[in-house]
């Protein structure tokens, strides 16, 4: 357990730059985080589904004025009051040690190959797609998809089987499937009680399945098998994009994003999605789902892969208020 700090221990936590971020004593050493990242990575019922942790809110939700108002050790935790919210949440010790970020950034910076294309909306009008019975019997076809994988991070992939299952043919096109504890494949439905927000009709922010795996998925494949319902679209985001574009226009951003380096203990795909009743990252049509395991044979990706959300591990960097 980590020692707290006490009176006559370690000074109480201290606000710098007006509360945009924080000093606090853990284990012996004075750590620094950001206002907006402790909100972003609040425990409350209100911010992480009670039932399985996962992230109800994205960034967006998040005021971006946000600052500390307030903190204090109560009751063995860390007592933050957030405005403009007027929000008030308690930070377990141990858990902010486990994910403090104020270290030295690794020193080799992610990149992306010749051989990869960033993009944004506007290769909505040109994404890659073929058709699942061309893929299965066309070698060249085979090509084509498996090399806009490689270049884009995702294709689409038409007239696919609408079995149970049927998504390992597809797999086993180029690769082997890998099983995880979801079995072979995992069927998507929304259940009443449902104990994974997947099993849910609510919408799903842009995000990475299953990084904290090693080795982590490389290549997802999910189809779509049934809708019953309206909505239910499907997005993907080029996350190396998404971080220029923000380099760009804004000197903070490098306060809010790394690039993955090297090394990094989160690898992540290139594309993610969202949709209402899915799950795993990359190209959704509408309905329910049925991803596979990852697959091992596709084209050799690029030394890092970037995350595309912004996860409790991520450490933004640049400098520190006073």
Not at 180 to 200: C, H, I, K, Q
């Amino acid at each position: 357990m980590t020692d707290l700090p006490t009176k006559t221990k370690a000074p109480p936590p201290r606000l710098l730059g007006g509360g945009a971020a924080l000093e606090v004593v853990l284990a012996g050493a004075p750590r620094r985080f950001h206002a907006v990242w402790l909100r972003d990575n609040a425990q409350d019922a209100a911010t992480r589904s009670p039932g399985n942790g996962q992230r109800l809110i994205t960034l967006l939700d998040i005021p971006p004025d946000t600052r500390i108002a307030d903190a204090r050790w109560a009751d063995g935790a860390l007592s933050l009051r957030f405005e403009p919210e007027g929000k008030v949440v308690a930070f377990d010790p141990d858990w902010l040690l486990a994910h403090a970020y104020d270290k030295p950034a690794p020193p080799a910076a992610g990149w992306t190959g010749p051989h990869v294309e960033r993009w944004d909306a506007g290769l909505s009008g040109r994404v890659p797609v073929e058709a699942y019975p061309a893929v299965r019997d066309d070698p060249d076809a085979r090509r084509r998809w498996l090399g806009a994988v490689r270049r884009y991070g995702f294709a689409r992939l038409t007239n696919a089987p609408t079995a149970s299952g049927a998504v390992c043919e597809a797999a086993e096109l180029f690769g082997h499937v890998r099983e995880t504890n979801y079995g072979r494949w995992f069927d998507v439905r929304a259940e009443v009680d449902p104990s994974n927000l997947a099993y849910t009709n609510l919408g799903l922010q842009a995000h990475t399945d299953n990084p904290y795996r090693d080795p982590p998925p490389s290549l997802q494949l999910l189809v779509c098998l049934e809708n019953t319902v309206e909505g239910g679209d499907s997005i993907v985001v080029d996350g190396f994009s998404s971080l220029s574009g923000c380099r760009r226009s804004t000197r903070a951003a490098s306060i809010c994003f790394r690039d993955a380096a090297p090394g990094s203990n989160t690898p992540a795909p290139r594309a993610s999605g969202c949709a209402p009743e899915s799950r795993s990252s990359g190209w959704r049509p509408t309905g329910s789902w049925s991803p596979s395991a990852s697959t091992t044979a596709r084209p050799p990706p690029s030394p890092t892969s970037p995350t595309t959300t912004w996860p409790t591990t991520t450490r933004p960097t640049g400098a520190w208020p006073s």
